[in-house]
């Protein structure tokens, strides 16, 4: 029912994560258990890159908020890429464009890492 | 009905074969007495007397078997046997001194010397015969009691044998002998011994049990001896009695009394032999049982805590341990396996869950030495481990602080599916005292412990779910209860909504409020997540928007403030979406504010559009970020216009293939709505939602409210 996937890799010392399918209450532990490693591993500049990303529930959007804090306390932050509109729109009307940088495509992303202003 | 009858015909069979054979008896003695006075030509007759006398006993055998009783228990029976062999030979010996007349041995016929002789020959031949036929088959049970495939076999091969015995005195005379009858005799012999080895009943009884059928087989065997032998003797009187009445029935008599003396004399012998292993016998019965005991208390025992102390206080029975205590493996592990080989055991918790006879510090002491050093040396090796000199041996030498008390340990993985699942302790203040079978039986132990905590634990979870579903329904109970109960009934606006929750509890809310007598207030919100926290928030939201709502004229000015209130109580990845509407009923003016929620539909004149005032989701951001950011739109309705708030049940609510019902098709509706009523509109979107999703249950709450402006006057 609910299939999602999540990948992850580097770009220029950034880590970017590839979420796959659905974002829901089932499969939003599986985002949280990622973002938790990366933290604990003192990994804080993350990439998400939605392109693959075909729905976002509430919780999905909790994961999010959950983490945003710790990451930006430690200097880093997490940018959000390559959304479709229907998503976007989902991320838009909770007003996430005011609390997160949401890009079109990844390399704008790593380049708001590289030069923050 | 049937059983009646088949019970009345079964008695009267026994009363038919009991007369019959008093009958043949009574015939028998006639026919005795007749032939003592006669000087009849003795050939034909003996004919008759034998006939009358094997009818006699055969219709008599016919019907003890038909009353007799299968007592399994052979100590029981034995006893029986020797009540009766002491009554009855108690009753001979008194029937002898009493009687005076004798019989004349001439020719090798037995001739009575008197009618008393007669009477008596009868009253013995009756009464030893019936005995004898109450002995034969208490042996024949005994020896069946515990059978193989030959055992009834052989028995057959007896009673035909002894049968034979009998049937070839036929033409001799009481007294006359020749070689067929000594090897017919000797075949006896033979026989007998054959059947009276079937003595393994013997094994299985108790150590008191063995002791008693020592002493009955004693004391049978004892008495059996003269019994025989006065049974056989030419000169003894009851021989010469029962040869005189019938020569066969004599045989049967004295060939039964040897056979009983046989047979009892094996079991005293063979008893006695069994006694110094009778303890450990009923020692290793005892294991078995508690094994048994243990197997079906599994299945009635399901409490983890309960299952647990009954297996540590069984352990302690099952190897007569003098203290023993269970370790199990908490499941909320990283891994469901403890000590595989790549595995860190330390990332396994371990728990005592129970204890007898032992201090929790000891335990810790002996099991905890070198990071648990026992515990990984049996998850590894999924054997039990028995250690017999507790002070002596590496791997516990350090156990100072107890000795004394313990000096033997075993100690017994629990493997389920594969998994060591927990670990079994059992300690003896005896050296050594753990031995092979000991090891076994707590294996075998262990196994169905295993299965019994496996079986707990599954039941516990099983139990658990059912505890949440009912807590959810309970929940969605609570949360219908939060919903307005009635609508707003206002001249100047129209109101109708509808909220229909999911099976699953969800967080739509909605709500109405008189600020005054002429602010109306609307807010429609949607918790996110589900279940019990989210039934829980929005109760808290409702008690925000009655208690706060009354202090703010501006809609986003009330967001904020309850944006502030709730930041506390909600954790971070928590966040309520609301939209909130003041309407001024004089003017017609509503202000609107949107904290991340669905924008409004508003219709007015020919147009339709989404009203979509910028605001995060409350408790999201920080109180400063939230106030900041939040706007607030104003809104001048005129006669007719509409204003629709929903939440993303609506709009996200999917078809089968996936296809969700949209904002563009919500708009629609409304834009097309006409001069339809509020309700109209309302259902509208109802309907078309559920065409949309083919009529089936929504996964999501479901909330429209339909606000209808009337009033045509207005005042700037």
Redesign the interface.
């Known amino acids: 029912m609910s299939t999602f996937k999540i990948e992850q890799r580097e770009n220029n010392a950034i880590n970017v994560l590839d979420l796959k399918g659905y974002l829901d209450?089932h499969t939003a532990p599986e985002l949280e258990k990622m973002f938790q490693s990366l933290i604990d591993n003192n990994r804080f500049r993350i990439i998400v890159n939605c392109r693959d990303l075909t729905y976002i529930s509430?919780?999905g959007?909790?994961?999010f908020?959950?983490y945003i804090?710790d990451v930006r306390k430690n200097r880093g932050d997490i940018k959000l890429s390559n959304m479709s509109a229907k998503v976007f729109n989902v991320f838009d009307?909770?007003?996430f464009p005011?609390?997160y940088e949401i890009t079109t495509d990844e390399a704008e992303a790593v380049r708001k890492f590289q030069n923050p202003k | 009905m049937r059983r009646d009858m088949t019970q009345r015909t079964s008695g009267i069979k026994k009363f038919l074969l009991l007369s019959l054979s008093a009958l043949l008896f009574l015939a028998k003695f006639i026919g005795d007495v007749v032939v003592s006075k006669l000087d009849i030509e003795m050939g034909m007759l003996t004919v008759l007397q034998v006939v009358l006398t094997a009818g006699a006993f055969v219709c008599l055998y016919l019907y003890i078997e038909k009353v007799w009783r299968r007592d399994r228990n052979v100590v029981r029976k034995m006893g029986f046997a020797l009540v009766l062999t002491l009554v009855v030979g108690l009753a001979g010996l008194i029937l002898y001194t009493i009687s005076s007349t004798g019989f004349d041995i001439k020719n090798e016929y037995a001739l009575p010397q008197g009618f008393e002789s007669i009477v008596f020959a009868n009253l013995y031949a009756v009464v030893f015969g019936t005995t004898a036929l109450f002995v034969l088959l208490t042996v024949r049970d005994i020896i069946m009691s515990k059978r193989r495939k030959e055992t009834k076999r052989n028995f057959r091969i007896f009673l035909l044998v002894f049968l034979g015995a009998i049937v070839v005195t036929l033409p001799y005379r009481p007294f006359e002998s020749g070689p067929v009858i000594s090897v017919s005799f000797t075949l006896l012999i033979f026989a007998i011994l054959m059947n009276s080895f079937r003595l393994s009943w013997i094994v299985y009884l108790t150590k008191r049990e063995k002791l008693i059928a020592m002493s009955f087989s004693f004391i049978l065997f004892v008495l059996y001896i003269p019994i025989y032998v006065t049974s056989v003797g030419e000169s003894s009187l009851i021989a010469q009695s029962l040869s005189y009445y019938s020569r066969q029935l004599a045989t049967f008599i004295s060939g039964t009394t040897l056979f009983a003396a046989t047979y009892f004399g094996m079991t005293f012998v063979t008893t006695l032999f069994h006694l110094p292993t009778a303890e450990a016998f009923d020692r290793k019965n005892i294991e078995v049982l508690s094994l048994h005991n243990l197997g079906k208390l599994i299945t009635r025992v399901f409490d983890f805590q309960e299952l647990t102390d009954l297996v540590t206080r069984m352990t302690l029975e099952v190897c007569e341990a003098e203290s023993a205590w269970l370790e199990v493996r908490d499941e909320e592990g990283p891994s469901r396996g403890m000590g595989r080989a790549a595995e860190n055991p330390e990332s396994s918790p371990v728990r005592t869950v129970s204890l007898q006879n032992i201090d929790i510090q000891d335990i810790g002491a002996i099991v905890g030495f070198d990071n648990g050093a026992i515990r990984r040396m049996v998850s590894e090796t999924r054997r039990p481990v028995v250690i017999d000199q507790v002070a002596g041996d590496d791997r516990t030498k350090h156990v100072k602080i107890i000795a004394g008390k313990i000096n033997s340990m075993a100690i017994v993985p629990l493997v389920s599916h594969d998994d060591v699942i927990g670990i079994l302790y059992a300690t003896k203040t005896m050296e050594f005292g753990f031995d092979r079978e000991d090891a076994d039986v707590l294996s075998a132990f262990a196994d169905q412990v295993s299965i019994a905590l496996e079986n707990s634990r599954l039941i516990g979870k099983s139990l658990e779910r059912e505890r949440l579903m009912r807590e959810l329904l309970l929940a969605q109970e609570m949360q219908r209860k939060l919903l307005p109960q009635e609508l707003p009934s206002l001249p100047q606006v129209e109101i109708e909504a509808l909220s229909t929750p999911a099976f699953e509890v969800g967080g739509d809310y909605y709500d109405f409020t008189m600020l005054d007598d002429e602010h109306l207030g609307v807010i429609v919100g949607d918790v996110s997540g589900k279940g019990v926290s989210a039934a829980l928030f929005m109760a808290e939201m409702k008690g925000i928007f009655l208690s706060l709502s009354r202090r703010h004229t501006s809609p986003r000015d009330f967001l904020s403030e309850a944006h502030s209130s709730l930041l506390g109580t909600m954790d971070r990845r928590t966040f309520i979406s609301l939209i909130y509407a003041i309407v001024d009923l004089r003017t017609g003016v509503m202000r609107v504010a949107r904290a991340g929620h669905c924008p409004m539909i508003f219709r007015s004149g020919g147009m339709t559009r989404f009203v979509k005032p910028t605001g995060l989701g409350v408790g999201m951001g920080s109180k400063e970020f939230f106030s900041r950011t939040i706007t607030e739109d104003e809104i001048r309705m005129s006669s007719g216009d509409v204003a629709v708030f929903y939440t993303d049940g609506v709009t996200e609510a999917r078809q089968e293939n996936g296809e969700e019902f949209g904002y563009r098709k919500l708009e629609e509706i409304v834009a097309r709505s006409g001069a339809g009523s509020a309700l109209d509109i309302r259902d509208r979107i109802v309907l078309a939602v559920d065409t949309h999703l083919g009529h089936k249950p929504p996964d999501d709450d479901l909330t429209i409210v339909v606000l209808k402006w009337l009033s045509e006057h207005t005042h700037p």
């Open positions: 209450a509430s919780a959007l909790g994961v908020m959950a804090e009307l909770l007003g005011l609390l």
